[in-house]
């Protein structure tokens, strides 16, 4: 019997580690739940076939989770899900860009600086509107659009000096009046003074993260990959907003996505070699541009499409949930690696 080691995710209706427990159990596997966290760790997972984590992307799990499954992974030589290939550029802007480039994948044009001056020199030609991220965040956080040379230079100044919180610390940015932008401002003091209501989990501070804006046609793409099987859904931008991502509209007929779309899909996930991905798109003339992506996506828009489409880009009917795959994609693992 195939003994598989889960630390729970504790998101509730969005818990991938229930249904996994659960997917693991009717195919006959041992399932225990461990703590990962507790000085005991090796011992708990001791004669476990594989361990399986679905890191959130708070503190602690953000920073440690990863480094903990690395452990098990290369020293203990225990399989996990997701491996490292998954978890290397999960919630980091910086590390896919420069992987998206490495592989010639098509993106909107990136300018990352680590140098102050150098960032400096290139805002004051740049052309403009252009998009500002911070490399961590995830549903259109930490991200704003940048009018001007002047606002491009203020982002600049703070995180090469004070830093900007990963959440909440472009806030302020976003107001487009000195009332709401001082309001904004005040909030953030007090809730730093009151040590409640403030829930920024690093300071990004040392670079800065620049992107071409491409224009939308009211909506983006949200194209999974997981494991051979392709889901995917029109996603609307969120009302007089250019972002699209977190704001929950989401249309999932399959005659509103391009082929040419699924295909550059399962072609990028074959040059990452990222068995389980969730890649966003824009479109424009010349096909599909990535903006980013991430190892996985939430599971219920995943089960609420349609049906989902082969690698030979057939459509097949029916719902299923994502951790359903994992879990067949993993115990045969195991299995080979066995």
Partial sequence: MIDVSIHPDRVGD??????????????????????????????????????????????????????????????????????????????????????????????????????????????????????????????????????????????????????????????????????????????????????????YETLEKGYVYFQEFVPSEGFDYRVDHIHGKLFASRRMNRPDDFRASGGGDEENDPKGIPLSLLRTAADYARKLRMGCVAFDFLTDEKGPVLLEMGWTSPDRPIHDCPGHWNEKLEWIEGNIWPEEIQVDFFLNRIKEQG
């Fill in 14 to 199: 969005q818990s991938f580690s229930n249904k996994w427990k659960e997917y693991l159990e009717k195919r006959g596997a041992n399932v225990r739940m461990v703590d990962l966290y507790r000085d005991d760790w090796i011992e708990q997972i001791s004669g476990s076939d594989g361990v399986m984590w679905r890191c959130r992307l708070k503190n602690p799990d953000r920073i440690f989770a990863p480094i903990i499954l690395q452990v098990i992974e290369r020293e203990l030589g225990i399989p996990v899900y997701p491996d490292n290939i998954m978890r290397w550029p999960w919630n980091d802007k910086v590390r896919q860009s420069l992987l998206f480039k490495a592989h010639g994948i098509r993106t909107p044009r990136t300018w990352i600086f680590w140098d102050r001056e150098d960032a400096l020199r290139w805002a004051n030609s740049a052309s403009y509107p252009v998009v500002f991220k911070l490399s961590l965040g995830a549903a259109s956080s930490n991200v704003i659009l940048v009018e001007d040379r002047s606002s491009a230079c203020e982002l600049i100044e703070r995180s090469f000096t004070r830093g900007i919180e990963s959440k909440n610390g472009l806030d302020e940015y976003r107001e487009t009046n000195i009332f709401g932008k001082l309001l904004t401002r005040e909030k953030r003091r007090l809730s730093q003074v009151l040590k409640r209501n403030f829930n």
